[in-house]
């Protein structure tokens, strides 16, 4: 898999544009300039998350004695249930946060950007590729630094969209992510049924 489809895949699951509500709504009560602190902290403790499931892939893999067939089409599936979710969404989400209570790591670096999908996705890059860890490490770079700039100017983003064009493409992003999940459930179906 080359840098660009891997960095598309993990940003298309990271979904940035579908949690700056959620993101808007968690930080709203916090002062602007703590708001950017906060948001940076969680980001780097997403990034932190990332590479080490990136790196730590196929140890992890090996400890569960899991086969690489048995994560793709697993993959597909999370992918594929997260895919259906963006294109139709239920009403509301809980952030388990109380009243002006400041995130740390948990909702927003976990599960909001290093989420279950994206880690399942980055558990399976490296065991498919893993003499590919560099490039990956890059891809990974490369979804984050575009969801650290969209997150980073939320304000500006839910200007120019809107709510309404927020949906909009959280919905478009869903329609991609259910080809990727379904072409990663069938890979892993014609892996499995080679051997």
């Keep these: 898999m080359d840098i660009l489809s891997a960095a598309t895949m ?11 509500p959620i993101v808007l709504s968690i930080l709203k009560h916090l002062d602007p300039k703590r708001r950017r602190k906060v948001l940076i902290r969680e980001l780097l403790f997403a990034l932190a998350i990332l590479m080490l499931f990136l790196f730590a892939g196929k140890s992890i893999m090996g400890f569960l004695h899991v086969q690489p067939e ?3 089409i697993s993959g597909g599936i999370i992918l594929f249930i997260i895919a259906i979710k963006l294109i139709f969404p239920s009403a509301g989400s809980i952030t388990g946060l109380g009243a002006g209570e400041e995130p740390f790591i948990v909702p927003m670096a976990i599960p909001m950007i290093a989420g279950p999908s994206v880690l399942a996705a980055l558990l399976l890059l490296s ?7 560099f490039d990956l490490s890059i891809a990974v770079l490369l979804a984050w630094g575009a969801t650290f700039f969209i997150l980073m100017f939320n304000g500006f983003f839910f200007k120019i969209l809107g ?3 927020l949906k909009a493409i959280e919905r478009l992003m869903g329609l991609l992510l259910v080809m990727i999940s379904t072409q990663m459930f069938l890979d892993g179906v014609k892996s499995y049924m080679s051997h």
Excluded: W
């Design 163 to 165: 709510e309404r064009g």
């Design 127 to 133: 065991t498919q590729y893993s003499d590919q860890l």
């Design 10 to 20: 993990l940003f298309l699951i990271m979904d940035p544009l579908g949690n700056l």
């Design 70 to 72: 048995t994560l793709s």
